[in-house]
């Protein structure tokens, strides 16, 4: 078996490597704009400029635009469904039916 002596360089190099690249990457995330995240992945930082703020303004006008054109959209289709399933409707429909083809 080895002495601890022989390993122990080898795992203080190890460890030291890894300290050296995770601070490595985390200046890499800095230097190029990226959040921080911790071990769960949520923002340590989240960045803020004016930028990120106008934009979600903009996202969220774009967003209640198209729920009140989906909401028009739903009223429509309830219409259409009325006047297709109306009675009255089938009923002149059978009665066209009956009468033949148009000459």
Same mark, same amino acid.
């Given at each position: 078996?080895?002495?601890?002596?022989? /390993?122990?360089?080898?795992?203080?190099?190890? #460890?030291? @490597?890894?300290?050296? #690249?995770?601070? @490595?990457?985390?200046?890499? %995330? /800095? $230097?190029h704009g990226y959040p921080l995240e911790n071990s769960w992945g949520k923002s340590v930082y989240p960045q803020k400029n004016e930028e990120m703020v106008e934009r979600v303004k903009l996202l969220s006008q774009e967003n209640a635009q198209? %729920?009140?054109?989906? #909401?028009?959209? $739903?009223? %429509? @289709?309830?219409?259409?469904? !009325?006047?297709?399933?109306?009675?009255?409707?089938? @009923?002149? !429909?059978e009665i066209d039916l009956l009468r033949g083809p148009a000459n």
């Open positions: 078996m080895f002495p601890i002596e022989a /390993i122990a360089p080898v795992a203080v190099i190890v #460890g030291a @490597l890894g300290v050296v #690249g995770w601070v @490595l990457t985390t200046w890499l %995330r /800095i $230097k198209l %729920r009140a054109e989906i #909401g028009s959209m $739903k009223d %429509r @289709l309830a219409v259409v469904e !009325r006047i297709v399933t109306d009675e009255s409707h089938q @009923l002149t !429909r």
